[in-house]
């Protein structure tokens, strides 16, 4: 079976696919604002490795929201694996899981603390934001 969409149409759809400003980004921001850290955060700071989404500094955290599809997430969207073109798509996740090891491993070297938020996670907002609360180190900075 072949694309349900001309080649043209798959290139619009595919350049919908943002990498900056999603859904899941958007969510963890206004639970960074509700835990009172609202102005405390950087977005995508590109002289740190991996260009994190959200970085606090004075925290040392970067913080990195994954598509569970993207990034081989072992949820129920993540490990689904597409039916069409199968060993480009498994390829592409896992080099994609390559970089993001890579990515932690020199943030670390660095001195930051590196925390992934998945997709999937945000559904549970008390579980997120808990997390959240104990890679800051407190639930409300002054």
Not at 46 to 60: C, I, N, Y
Not at 72 to 86: L, M, S, V
Not at 133 to 138: I, K, Q, S
Request: proline share 5%; with cysteine; glycine share 6%.
């Amino acid at each position: 079976m072949s694309d349900v969409f001309t080649p043209e149409q798959r290139s619009a759809v595919m350049r919908r696919v943002k990498a900056q400003g999603s859904a899941a980004e958007l969510a963890l921001r206004r639970l960074l604002r509700a835990l009172g850290w609202g102005r405390r955060y950087r977005l995508n700071r590109r002289d740190l490795p991996g260009t994190p989404d959200l970085v606090v500094p004075s925290a040392r955290l970067a913080v990195f929201v994954h598509g569970c599809f993207w990034h081989g997430h072992d949820c129920r969207r993540g490990a689904r694996p597409p039916k069409q073109n199968a060993d480009y798509w498994a390829v592409k996740i896992a080099r994609n899981r390559a970089r993001d090891a890579q990515v932690r491993a020199k943030l670390v070297a660095q001195g930051w603390r590196p925390l992934v938020v998945w997709e999937c996670e945000l559904k549970d907002t008390a579980a997120t934001t808990a997390r959240l609360e104990a890679a800051l180190g407190r639930s409300r900075r002054a």
